[in-house]
């Protein structure tokens, strides 16, 4: 072969079909997702240089972009920040949690102090007691290390094996350290004798204190190795430590096949963005669930997830990171039950007065953070079993909307037993009782505030366009008494008992439903609680319409879904995963972003009761106290009347100009649970919504004493009369 000859042909290679394009993103060797757009597909040219890439991948879709420019690592670095872990600890910046780490804190060092000061003279004697063998160890003990004993089996071990060398040796240096020993024995004995005359010399207090200190040193050395001094105040119960290791065990226990497939042989595991660390009374596990797994598999599964950590299933809580994608769980494990745990004070137990357009506390999360409800412009439906705690959930934020005295209460609670009498202190319309009265008082009130809602939208529209910028009730509309535009919370407790009325159920079902969509806006706030969630005892309207649900302990999917909303069984917020000793914790729903886990704060009756005489005394102060608490009769007063033919009924015959002060008087002794109170500027602001305005009249008084003052043109009442039963026709 010369070296002219070709070496060998080039010889071009078909390109092998492309495989069909993805945007999956595959995995490395080790389990890390590689860039989310893998490189472009190769482009061996089988035509030399130059044909054109196009021309090869014709009638294909390139989708995958190809990597063509250099990573730039700066950029990249700015992208991926990664997840700052906060510098100060989030109990500490928390208020209430760091409050309640302290307390936990000093009641802890407080009990230690106090049990061990009860036991003082126990310990006394026992030192004491054991005070005697000491004395014998010391003795024993010094006479030993003077003579060296120490070294004796060394010495005994040369003579045995008959090494005169080391025997001597030994002996050499057990006379050197003797030496010394004694001398500094015969010091320590001549020190103590001197210390002893010169105690002995001293005060009784000294003696005594020296004497006991010498008895507690012998004691302490006295003591048993198996035994101790003092006895155990805190009997550790402390929950075993949150590893990976068991979060990937309790996981592999799910019988989820992606998540068999991720940790089994070959698999690639599970992986913890952040390290597992202590958050509030509890341990905080952030896990990247494996491709394809969703953090609602592992909530539907939330008690064999518990059986897997081998703890109870109140301490185990999963829940979606929500600002992350849907596979990343945040698993908090409680070192205590939910139902075990204290429940704290309510804020507003002791002192203190509530604002309906702000948030009141309603209770503590599983974590023992607050929760708090927003009640204006919502309206609350609680739903549970007999027993599971609806009701001291809803005197929560009954109870705020006391402590509110600008708030109108009317309660209802249509059980019998009394659970809401307190609210006989300050609620404008009270009723108790499953009978046909209390529910017929329970609808005509509801109808009352349905016509309220008419004449409240009457008022707002009236009103300048800046003072209503989005057409709601705003804090300072409701805070102007005459406008009438202040907080008005109808509470119902077991409220299927009007629902399902073979009377009543079917106008009350829509008088709720059109006060719910409508009312929000107007300041109306309607709270329900019932224990039988189903469409004949709960209409579909209120339940659809609802804002914020709180579903305690339910049997089956369909009262969960019927109190939480469509769906929420399958996205695993289940309210059926509640045991019996759950009471008051629930799932609430519409307050948040996501639903959160509560317990709303325990208030029992004394406690309620004394929070009723607070608000009822707020009440007095702001002049706010009306209806039944005040003593008013209070019987609805909705027949199918209105304003207008009220003060249509009582014009007198021949009168064509009245006083203000005059009609607002007549008005009270027509309907007093209505009008008591009405202020002449108050009947202005209620005719406005009419188009009738108050204008200075000529007038008598009842002494004949004729005067200007502000009234109203009786031929404006009856022509607005006149024009509302044309326009209802
Ligand atoms: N937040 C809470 N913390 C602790 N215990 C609670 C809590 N809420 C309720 N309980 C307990 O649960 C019991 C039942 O509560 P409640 O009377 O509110 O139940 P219910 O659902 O209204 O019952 P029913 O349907 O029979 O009226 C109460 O006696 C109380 O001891």
């Not at 760091?98 to 407080?110: C, E, K, L, S």
């Not at 081998?310 to 992350?324: F, I, K, N, S, T």
């Not at 006391?402 to 009394?418: H, I, M, N």
Request: hydrophobic fraction near 40%; include cysteine.
């Amino acid at each position: 072969m010369t070296t002219n000859e070709p070496m060998g042909e080039v010889i071009n290679l078909p390109v092998r079909p492309d495989p069909a394009p993805t945007t999956a993103a595959p995995t490395d060797a080790d389990g890390g997702a590689r860039p989310p757009f893998p490189t472009a597909p190769a482009t061996s040219d089988p035509d030399g240089p130059g044909r054109d890439v196009g021309e090869v991948l014709e009638g294909k879709v390139l989708v995958d972009q190809p990597d063509t420019d250099r990573p730039d690592i700066r950029k990249r670095m700015l992208a991926d920040t990664g997840q700052r872990r906060p510098i100060i600890a989030p109990w500490l910046r928390d208020r209430n949690e760091a409050r309640a780490t302290v307390r936990w804190a000093v009641g802890y060092a407080g009990h230690v102090t106090g049990y061990h000061a009860a036991r003082f003279p126990l310990y006394g004697l026992r030192l004491a007691l054991r005070s005697p063998r000491g004395l014998w160890r010391v003795v024993v003990g010094t006479w030993r290390w003077t003579c060296d004993a120490e070294a004796m089996p060394l010495r005994m071990h040369a003579a045995d094996r008959k090494d005169a060398d080391t025997y001597l040796k030994l002996l050499r240096e057990r006379d050197d350290r003797v030496r010394w020993r004694r001398i500094m024995a015969g010091a320590g004995l001549a020190g103590t004798g001197l210390a002893a005359m010169s105690v002995s010399a001293a005060g009784g207090i000294t003696q005594a204190t020296v004497f006991a200190a010498v008895v507690a040193v012998l004691g302490w050395i006295g003591t048993p190795s198996d035994k101790r001094i003092l006895d155990t105040a805190v009997v550790s119960t402390k929950a075993p430590k949150l590893t990976s290791e068991i979060v990937v065990r309790a996981l592999a226990s799910l019988g989820i096949a992606e998540i068999n497939k991720a940790v089994g042989k070959g698999g690639g595991g599970i992986t913890f963005p952040a390290p597992i660390t202590r958050d509030g009374p509890g341990w905080r596990a952030d896990v990247d669930l494996p491709y394809g797994v969703t953090v609602t598999d592992i909530m539907e599964r939330r008690d064999r997830l518990a059986s897997g950590l081998r703890r109870p299933l109140g301490c185990v809580w999963p829940e979606p990171a929500h600002d992350q994608h849907a596979g990343r769980l945040v698993l908090w494990v409680g070192d205590q039950d939910m139902n075990q745990v204290k429940p704290p004070v309510w804020p507003l137990a002791k002192t203190g007065t509530a604002d309906l357009f702000k948030a009141i506390p309603f209770g503590t999360d599983q974590r023992g953070r607050p929760v708090t409800l927003t009640l204006m412009y919502a309206n609350m439906l609680i739903g549970a079993m007999p027993g599971a705690g609806k009701t001291f959930a809803l005197k929560v934020p009954l109870l705020a909307a006391a402590l509110d005295p600008t708030a109108q209460l009317r309660v209802f609670e249509l059980k019998g037993t009394g659970d809401l009498d307190f609210s006989e202190k300050v609620a404008h319309h009270y009723g108790s009782g499953p009978d046909d009265t209390t529910i017929g008082e329970c609808l005509a009130s509801l109808r009352e505030v349905y016509k309220e809602l008419e004449k409240r939208a009457k008022t707002l529209a009236g009103l300048p366009k800046d003072l209503r910028p989005e057409n709601k009730v705003t804090p300072q509309l409701a805070a102007r008494k005459s406008l009438g535009l202040h907080p008005l919370v109808f509470v119902v407790d077991e409220c299927q008992e009007l629902f399902s009325h073979p009377e009543y159920g079917a106008e009350a079902g829509t008088l709720a439903t059109a006060i719910i969509k409508r009312g929000r806006a107007l300041g109306v706030i309607l709270l329900l609680a019932t224990q039988r969630p189903d469409k004949d005892s709960l209409p579909t309207g209120v339940s659809a319409n609802v804002g914020i649900r709180f579903c305690l302990r339910v049997m089956g999917q369909l009262e969960n879904d019927m109190i939480l909303g469509t769906s929420m069984y399958k996205n695993g917020i289940r309210a059926t995963t509640f045991t019996k000793q759950d009471k008051g914790i629930g799932y609430l729903v519409g307050e948040a972003d996501e639903p959160q886990i509560t317990r709303g704060y325990y208030l029992d009756g004394p406690t309620a009761d004394r929070i009723a005489d607070r608000a009822r005394a707020a009440r007095k102060a702001a002049s706010t106290l009306t209806g039944y608490a005040a003593g008013e009769d209070t019987t609805p007063t909705d027949d199918g009347t209105s304003l207008l033919a009220d003060i249509a009924a009582v014009l007198r015959p021949g009168e064509d100009k009245v006083w203000s002060e005059t009609i607002v008087t007549r008005l009270a002794e027509l309907r007093p649970g209505l009008y008591t109170g009405w202020t002449p500027a108050q009947l202005a602001d209620a005719l406005k919504p009419y188009g009738i305005t108050t204008a200075q009249v000529w007038g008598q008084d009842e002494n004949g004493k004729g005067a200007n003052r502000r009234g109203i043109a009786c031929e404006h009442i009856t022509a607005a009369l006149e024009a509302t039963r044309t326009d209802a026709k």
